[in-house]
């Protein structure tokens, strides 16, 4: 069904316009702007409220990194009076390798300088025709627009771009890489971000295994959320001067146009799920007929609910049980009905595997429902030790959510405990604990943040694990702190931005200064047991990453 204009927030109070913990499709992070480098004073690390933080895992760090590796790799002859190219002049770019952002890191063709190119939607071994717009000359990095290829590299097949909209929009990198191809890139993502990040040496770090895929590359993105911005001078309708600016003509509703602040009209994404890609084609129509009502820019939600059914059920009354813009998934023993939510306050429901969960439509959960069978799957498969005797009975889920791994989790724990600082994350983990047969004891949930749960903890450190997934800045210096006093048995720490949760990572194997873990000296007491990234985002930059930390033996004092 079609929501009313109210059910659409405007951009200015949307909450969940781009959530710090979501990856977004809509990012302002890959628009031009993040590369003005405006945020200086965080270009070194996270030092301005951490001692210990030494990055906060942005994309500028990222590829300053990719770009002194790079220079190093290449050990170009150089002239140090080469000039740079005008900007907006337009100059051939081999690409020499992917950068952990999903741009192409490239040397203009005939130069002598060692000005390293950031072009998009580009491989490795492609010459490419780009449009200078930015020269950093102190970092050696200049940015520019992809114009076209003009000799494609050997791994570029564009026979496999699905969308008209790639190579402009800027939700999407790599969608004319094979997925093998992006699958391997990940897993360099993951090896650079502990070779940078983590300041672990290298023995401390383990082989990093291969990224996950996705069983969808298309079409499984759960939650989309195009925009549109309001008309001319629309900022001064604020109601208080009184006036109200219109529309004159249905403005460009979709994603922001990569590497500038416009809004590309998207008239349909194939990454969206097909539920949610009726909903875009519906929703473009009502903000059409409903124009007159908006004064302002707003973000729409799109999110896939699904209806579970029992087969026998719904043979007996397909018509009445089904909305006719549903889409049907047969499961075998039960019909999905899949249906797309715009109200961000209405209820929607999805399944992994056999267990459910409600949320409000605009709040946060995971965004691909086909790989969480296997990431979840994976986690428990991972979290215990494989010795039967490890003696661990209780689940620590530190940033819960609406308890996704608490839920999944809890028949392996005799307790579960999740904390979440969104009051309305925690209301929806209660619910979905009862909902999915658990008691109070079996998970019980709080609603505070991370670093008050230390207080709340009555199991013993040895009997416990503690699950950490953080939005993209990762842990605070309070929290690891106190993770590191308590001492859990295991950790285990998901992650949408390998960078920080290398960072994080890094604090607890390699110690905390002023925290004594039984071993003190500054070294840590946890080891990593295994690193991997997982694809929830296929055609784009992003991977999650998965550690599982164990706690070493106390050593033996010296004799
Ligand atoms: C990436 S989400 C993970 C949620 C959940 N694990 C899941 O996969 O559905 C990060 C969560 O951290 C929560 N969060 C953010 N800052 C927090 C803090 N300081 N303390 C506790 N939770 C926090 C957000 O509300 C959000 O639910």
């Given amino acids: 069904m079609a929501s009313s204009a109210a059910n659409v927030a405007p951009i200015e109070s949307f909450g969940e316009k781009r959530p710090a913990d979501e990856t977004p499709l809509r990012s302002e992070e890959e628009s031009r702007g993040s590369y003005r480098f405006k945020n200086k004073r965080m270009r070194k690390g996270h030092g301005e409220t951490s001692t210990i933080l030494k990055t906060n895992g942005s994309n500028e760090e990222v590829l300053l990194e990719d770009v002194k590796a790079l220079l190093k790799s290449l050990s170009l002859e150089t002239d140090a009076s080469a000039k740079l190219p005008e900007l907006k002049s337009e ?9 952990s952002t999903g741009d192409g890191l490239g040397i203009q063709e005939g130069s002598t300088s060692d000005q390293v190119y950031v072009v998009p939607f580009t491989a490795p071994g492609d010459t490419v025709t780009a449009k200078v717009f930015k020269h950093d000359q102190k970092d050696k990095l200049s940015m520019a627009d992809f114009i076209k290829v003009t000799k494609p590299s050997p791994h570029r097949d564009d026979s496999l771009v699905k969308c008209p909209y790639f190579a402009s929009c800027s939700g999407c990198q790599f969608q004319m890489l094979p997925y093998d191809y992006q699958l391997a890139h990940k897993k360099t993502i993951v090896e650079k971000a502990y070779k940078n990040f983590s300041q672990l040496p290298p023995e401390l770090i383990p082989a990093i295994g291969d990224t996950i895929g996705s069983p969808l590359q298309y079409g499984y993105r759960t939650k989309l959320t195009p925009h549109f911005d309001g008309p001319p001078d629309s900022r001064r309708s604020d109601g208080r001067n009184g006036i109200k600016r219109s529309f004159k003509e249905v403005p ?23 539920a949610v890609r009726a909903g875009n084609a519906r929703e473009r129509t009502r903000v059409a007929a409903e124009l007159a009502t908006y004064h ?55 399944y992994i595997d056999s267990f459910a969960f409600t949320n409000p439509a605009g709040s946060f959960f995971q965004n691909n429902n086909s790989i969480l069978p296997r990431f979840t799957s994976y986690i428990r498969t991972h979290i215990l030790p494989t010795t039967p005797d490890h003696g661990i009975k209780h689940l620590i889920d530190a940033y819960s959510g609406s308890g996704l791994f ?19 994350s925690i209301a929806s983990a209660t619910k979905n604990a009862e909902l999915n047969g658990l008691t109070s004891t079996q998970a019980r949930f709080i ?113």
Avoid: W
């Avoid at 416009?262 to 008239?267: Q, S």
């Avoid at 699904?306 to 026998?312: D, E, G, H, L, S």
């Avoid at 416990?464 to 702190?481: A, H, N, W």
């Fill in 91 to 99: 100059v051939e770019i081999t690409i020499k390798e992917l950068s």
């Fill in 406 to 424: 608490t839920i999944t989790l809890s028949s392996l724990f005799q307790s579960s405990l999740g904390i979440d600082i969104s009051p309305a």
């Fill in 296 to 350: 302002k820019g707003a973000t729409l939600l799109l999110r896939e609910s699904t209806t579970r059914i029992p087969k026998a059920a719904y043979s007996a009354s397909p018509s009445t049980e089904q909305d006719p813009d549903a889409v049907v998934e047969d499961r075998g023993d039960h019909i999905d009905l899949k249906t797309c939510i715009t109200n961000p306050n209405a209820t929607s429901t999805e």
């Fill in 252 to 274: 460009p509703i979709g994603f922001m146009k990569k590497n500038t602040r416009t809004t590309l009209d998207i008239e349909d994404c194939p990454i969206g799920t097909p």
């Fill in 447 to 559: 609603a505070a943040d991370a670093s008050a749960l230390f207080a709340n903890i009555t199991t013993d450190a040895a009997e416990t694990v503690v699950m950490i997934d953080p939005p993209r800045k990762g842990c605070d210096e309070s929290f690891l702190r106190q993770l590191v006093r308590y001492g859990p048995a295991r950790i285990v720490y998901v992650s949408c931005n390998v960078h920080t949760q290398a960072r994080d990572v890094g604090v607890l194997v390699g110690g905390m200064k002023g925290v004594d873990g039984g071993f003190g000296g500054g070294e840590g007491c946890y080891e990593i047991e295994s690193i991997c990234g997982f694809d929830f985002f296929p055609q784009t930059g992003h991977v999650e990453g998965v550690a599982v930390l164990r706690r070493k033996a106390p050593q033996e004092p010296a004799e």
